[in-house]
């Protein structure tokens, strides 16, 4: 199909989505063009100002638009107790259960050799710097109960061996293969509640 340069680079962008491939992409830019131009320069519009305005929080690696997130500035939270997860959207989740009252900290991903995902892609020394600058009793490692989710709360796991901190993995109340984004916050509460020692 014969297509202009603009339309092309819509189309190439639109597939940086995950799950979008080239029909999905196709047919996204022309409903955007066609029947929802105002929609599209809202998306256009909010994309470059979060690129713009939203960074890290410089604790718990979670975006804010400011130094520190609300969660780490808060003083209501426990901070004597880190949550490690794997993407912003597992924190919102286990923030919707009201059953944790601790702090974070977000890797932005997963270990997964394969992909080319090692350690530093995942902040491992951000976290390990994190810990050694707050007073931490105990570690609950809430990664997904994927291959590459298990495989990364043993590797940190296996990093604070020597600590005396408590580190422990939520409980199995998930699917194995399951990923904290799409589990209910009845079961995700109770996963949290019924966490067990790794070491």
Do not use: W
């Amino acid at each position: 199909m014969q297509t202009n340069n603009t339309l092309e680079n819509l189309i190439e962008s639109l597939k940086c989505l995950p799950g979008v491939g080239p029909k999905s992409a196709l047919r996204l830019a022309y409903y955007l063009l066609q029947r929802d131009r105002k929609g599209a320069h809202n998306l256009a519009s909010s994309i470059e100002e979060s690129l713009k305005k939203l960074g890290h929080c410089k604790l718990c690696n979670n975006f804010t638009e400011e130094d520190t997130c609300s969660i780490c500035d808060s003083q209501e939270r426990l901070s004597d107790t880190l949550c490690v997860v794997e993407m912003p959207t597992d924190l919102l989740m286990l923030e919707q259960t009201h059953s944790y009252k601790g702090m974070y900290f977000v890797l932005m991903g997963r270990l997964s050799p394969l992909d080319g995902i090692g350690p530093k892609e995942i902040h491992i020394n951000k976290l390990l710097e994190r810990i050694r600058k707050s007073d931490i009793n105990e570690i609950i490692l809430a990664t997904n109960f994927t291959t590459e989710g298990n495989t990364t709360a043993q590797y940190i796991a296996e990093l604070l061996k020597e600590s005396k901190i408590n580190v422990t993995r939520i409980a199995r109340g998930l699917p194995m293969g399951g990923e904290i984004e799409y589990v209910d916050s009845g079961t995700l509460a109770q996963s949290i509640v019924e966490r067990k020692k790794l070491i």
